[in-house]
């Protein structure tokens, strides 16, 4: 007979065989991270890669927080029922568990800062960006990590899940526009956990999101049914969605754009103009800003001779770059969300080209994106800034 050990143990209190779920979670390359938290206490961080493949080799990641206490054998219990099954399948698989005490739906703010640093450092994803799943209290801390980082959430499954309380459902739904969600909920479960499943879809069908929630027959709070290979089939449908990992050429570009940011908010002004080529335009906000590359020297070097730069930071799972084939990948452009301190969310877009073995930036335009829900307003202010200088 077939027994779902997530089921076993969470309905006998947690009460297991700590060698035997060891024994069963062992992935074919296991690493284990300690990681000092704010407030005290060791955020513990296991990953589990395909055999044979570098821990930071590109790659699908999917973070698994533990359900209940979250405790050392609910995150061995994760392991078990998600690591063997998907590293055959060429994913990372990240199992976090927070210090003694604290819980991560909770403790957001102390644990997922420390949590996102850590993988960054340890992982590649393929994209920048995470998928996150867990039952009850794993599935709550899913979705309070999208809440929190929604330009580093890949997807999000719960099985069952809730929205965080006191979530901004205008700014979630908006940031969310690019996030499968998937939940699942036993039919028998409490009343409350079904309700936060009908909440989710409402939310859902509000902001036009891609959610699929699903009321499995004939369970309870831990569906017995559904496998860590059930929800992998549903990772791989939603993954393949994605945008491709990045050529090497595309990777190049984003150095390129890196390096332009790193230059501009240290006020290097060699090193930032260094990254141009020599016809290129600069695009600012403002309809009158467009300069050449002189031109532009100019207007920055007396903020760069105070040290003073400018600092927008590119948001992650944001940033994409085409290459024309017609020009042998030697031309290409891009566009990325910058998040800057004074403005908020900004977008950058722009063309690079190739010279001589090095890619050079020909135009940057800098913009302010506007939600559509605010669009009307904004432009009115402006056509009404507009007629009075004028």
Known sequence: MKVNILAVVMMIGVVIDAAAVRAAAAGPVETVHEVAVGGGGTLTV?????????????????????????TPELERLMRSMFAAEATRRGWVVVTPRPPKGKLFPRATKELFPALLEEMDKAVRAADGRYHVAGPSNGGMSAFAF???Y???????????????????????????????????????????????????????????????ATSVNGQGHVIQSLSGADIMNELEKVAAKAPEPMSAAQREVLALLDALHA??????????????????????????????????????????????????????????????????GRVGFFEELLDSEKYGTCRGTGVVRMIGGEWKVCQYHLTFPVPNDMAQRVTGEIKAWERGVR
Do not use: C
Not at 54 to 64: E, G, S, Y
Not at 288 to 313: C, D, I, L, M, N
């Open 46 to 70: 296991t990953y589990n890669a395909p055999e044979g493949v570098a821990l930071d080799a590109p790659a699908r990641v999917l973070i698994v927080f533990p359900p209940g206490g979250q």
């Open 146 to 148: 999208a809440a929190m």
């Open 150 to 212: 929604p330009e580093r959430t890949a997807s999000v499954m719960g099985f069952p899940g809730a929205l965080p309380v006191r979530t901004d459902e205008r700014a979630f739904g908006q940031k969310l526009k690019d996030v499968p969600i998937r939940m699942w909920v036993g039919e028998q479960d409490d009343f409350t956990w079904r309700r936060s499943m009908e909440a989710v879809e409402t939310f859902g069908k509000k902001y036009g999101l891609d959610v699929v």
């Open 263 to 328: 230059a501009a908010s240290k006020a290097d002004g060699n090193a930032y103009f260094a990254l141009y080529a020599p016809e290129a335009v600069f695009i600012g906000t403002d309809a009158g800003e467009r300069w050449t590359k002189e031109e532009f020297r100019a207007y920055a070097a007396p903020y760069f001779s105070q040290g003073k730069g400018w600092t927008y930071v590119p948001r992650p799972g944001t940033r994409h770059v085409t290459l024309l084939p017609d020009t042998q």
